[in-house]
């Protein structure tokens, strides 16, 4: 299968044309799409013809050529941004994402947009509003989420990059899921304008590719100050290609491999300690005592502001509108009929925690033990260069298995909330496949080394050798690009 960089390295050589890796790709999205489901929509054929041509005319661009899908919360003027909510089913922003820009002037080709759970809420794209996307190493079990279709596009071979965002792991968790390597990078590091808001001070974009490579070639695109987004800093951009930088120490959390953990993420986890220690890199205990409480805050803190971005929906300015008597009914029929279950629970639990007589006991109390979790990881990382963790708990989980139990639910994003809570990168690699399932294992490094954690991950990754890839049996199967 081609790399990103194989493509762009191939156009530039003029090995192949931009047309003939976009009528690969197209072709392996026709014959398995309706079998996935990874995307809620795709630009028409003939429309990415005429783009691909004009692509042709100037073949230097750091990605020209690559076809690549976002999920469907990241603008791009002139599609729809649907959100996987009927809210905003009919939806097209008049604007773009920096992100979007940034790809579109190095030559990337958007295909399409990639389905999620609905606002980004949820671990396994159950809760988008339109469809339910699989996992292509098994159909009858979900590809994690809540950037579930990005993660899926890449496993299945119908995207060799695609974009997701990462609040309290939507990018890692179905990388995990699906067999693929998923970058959270450090808040700030990439703008969030023209992202559609869950919880801004966790939100961030990143990319989900087959390998380390491609990912650090990506961010190096991506990342960078925007004066549209104040949060973005000022740090050097990624250098691509990056030094080789071998870390002296990597810690692990024994204390994380307790209940609720499958044995077979355990014993993948192992492995991955075997094989860091094979490459002469010490391995050391290490702590993290307030980690057991980042669930239970994230959830206050996260659903807090999904509250508060959220109350823009009401069907007055853009979206979907009810009609009603007045107002008030217009506002409670649009936001009533047209959001999803998932949604209202968190809307509901974060202005509860913003009321009146709660805000101190929760939510004040939420942000005192963020800044703990955060103090934590600033510790442990001032004694070792690098944190390995499992990516998640479980295997990949049969679809419809934790959709009646909401708690079981978020316990799937257990490893990587934590990495949010701090605003820390990591990258969540394909380590092994247990029962047939993939397995991932995840690096977490200080603020702003993207670097440092792609350079061990890319250590890493080359140890474990070619990671298989799904076998999905359609007739007249289409083989992988």
């Given at each position: 299968m081609?790399?990103?960089?194989?493509?762009v390295?191939?156009?530039k050589?003029?090995?192949?044309?931009p047309?003939?890796?976009?009528?690969n790709?197209?072709a392996?999205i026709?014959?398995?799409?309706?079998?996935?489901?990874?995307f809620?929509?795709?630009k028409?054929?003939?429309?990415?013809?005429?783009e691909?041509?004009?692509?042709?005319?100037n073949?230097?661009?750091?990605l020209?050529g690559v076809p690549?899908?976002l999920?469907d919360?990241?603008?791009v003027?002139?599609?729809?941004?649907?959100?996987?909510?009927?809210?905003?089913q009919?939806?097209?922003?008049p604007f773009?994402?920096?992100v979007v820009?940034?790809l579109?002037k190095?030559?990337?080709?958007?295909?399409?947009?990639?389905?999620?759970?609905?606002?980004?809420?949820?671990?396994?794209?159950?809760?988008?509003a339109?469809?339910?996307?699989?996992n292509?190493?098994?159909?009858?079990?979900?590809?994690?989420?809540?950037?579930?279709?990005?993660a899926a596009?890449?496993?299945?071979g119908?995207?060799?990059?695609?974009?997701?965002?990462?609040?309290g792991g939507?990018?890692?968790?179905?990388?995990a899921?699906c067999g693929v390597?998923g970058?959270?990078?450090?808040?700030?590091?990439v703008?969030?304008y023209?992202?559609?808001?869950?919880?801004?001070?966790?939100?961030?974009?990143?990319?989900?590719?087959k390998?380390v490579?491609d990912?650090?070639?990506a961010?190096?695109?991506?990342?960078?100050?925007?004066?549209?987004?104040?949060?973005?800093?000022?740090?050097?951009?990624?250098?691509?290609?990056?030094k080789?930088?071998k870390?002296?120490?990597?810690?692990?959390?024994?204390?994380?491999?307790?209940e609720?953990?499958d044995?077979?993420?355990?014993?993948s986890?192992?492995?991955?300690?075997?094989?860091?220690?094979?490459?002469g890199v010490?391995?050391?205990?290490v702590h993290?005592?307030?980690?057991?409480?980042?669930?239970?805050?994230?959830?206050i803190?996260?659903?807090s502001?999904?509250?508060s971005?959220?109350?823009r929906?009401?069907?007055?300015?853009?979206?979907?509108?009810?009609?009603g008597?007045?107002?008030?009914?217009?506002?409670?029929?649009t936001?009533?009929?047209?959001l999803g279950?998932?949604?209202?629970?968190r809307?509901?639990?974060?202005?509860?925690?913003l009321s009146?007589?709660?805000?101190?006991?929760?939510?004040?109390?939420a942000l005192k033990v963020?800044?703990?979790i955060?103090e934590d990881?600033?510790?442990v990382?001032?004694?070792?260069d690098?944190?390995?963790m499992p990516?998640?708990?479980?295997?990949?989980?049969?679809?419809?298995?934790?959709?009646?139990?909401p708690l079981?639910?978020?316990k799937?994003?257990?490893?990587t909330?934590?990495?949010?809570?701090?605003?820390?990168?990591?990258?969540?690699?394909?380590?092994?496949?247990?029962?047939?399932?993939?397995?991932?294992?995840q690096?977490?490094?200080r603020?702003?080394?993207e670097?440092q954690?792609?350079s061990?991950?890319?250590?890493?990754?080359?140890?474990?050798g070619?990671f298989?890839?799904?076998v999905i049996?359609?007739?007249?199967?289409?083989?992988?690009?």
């Open positions: 081609l790399t990103v960089r194989d493509i390295k191939g156009i050589e003029r090995k192949f044309s047309l003939e890796i976009l009528d790709y197209w392996r026709e014959k398995i799409e309706d079998k996935i489901k990874a809620i929509s795709l028409p054929y003939e429309e990415l013809k005429k691909v041509t004009q692509l042709g005319k073949p230097e661009g750091r020209v690549i899908a999920k919360n990241i603008n003027r002139g599609l729809k941004t649907t959100c996987a909510s009927k809210v905003l009919n939806y097209k922003p773009e994402a920096t820009e940034l579109k190095e030559g990337a080709l958007i295909v399409g947009k990639t389905n999620m759970d609905e606002f980004a809420f949820g671990s396994s794209t159950e809760n988008s339109y469809q339910t996307t699989r292509p190493y098994d159909l009858t079990r979900v590809p994690g989420g809540s950037s579930g279709g990005s596009a890449v496993a299945g119908m995207a060799p990059l695609t974009f997701g965002s990462d609040t939507s990018i890692r968790q179905p990388s899921f390597a970058f959270k990078p450090t808040y700030g590091r703008s969030r023209g992202l559609v808001a869950f919880a801004s001070s966790l939100d961030q974009i990143g990319p989900i590719a390998n490579e990912i650090w070639l961010l190096s695109v991506i990342g960078g100050r925007d004066e549209k987004d104040p949060t973005t800093s000022s740090c050097p951009p990624i250098n691509y290609p990056g080789n930088w870390p002296g120490v990597i810690g692990f959390c024994p204390d994380l491999l307790e609720g953990v044995t077979e993420i355990k014993e986890f192992t492995e991955a300690i075997s094989i860091i220690k094979g490459l010490a391995v050391r205990e993290l005592p307030h980690l057991k409480y980042g669930l239970s805050i994230y959830y803190l996260a659903s502001e999904a509250s971005n959220l109350a929906f009401d069907g007055l300015r853009y979206g979907q509108r009810e009609k008597e007045n107002y008030a009914e217009m506002v409670e029929n936001r009533g009929r047209n279950r998932e949604v209202k629970r809307i509901l639990l974060g202005t509860f925690a009146s007589g709660y805000y101190d006991a929760y939510y004040l109390k963020r800044a703990l955060r990881f600033r510790k990382l001032g004694e070792v690098l944190i390995l990516t998640t708990p479980t295997l990949p989980f049969e679809i419809g298995a934790k959709t009646k139990d079981q639910m978020y799937a994003d257990l490893f909330i934590p990495v949010n809570l701090a605003g820390l990168p990591a990258i969540s690699l394909p380590l092994s496949l247990k029962k047939g399932l993939p397995v991932g294992v690096l977490i490094g603020h702003f080394e670097e954690v792609l061990a991950a890319l250590m890493l990754e080359k140890e474990r070619d298989p890839s799904p049996v359609v007739k007249g199967d289409c083989p992988q690009v």
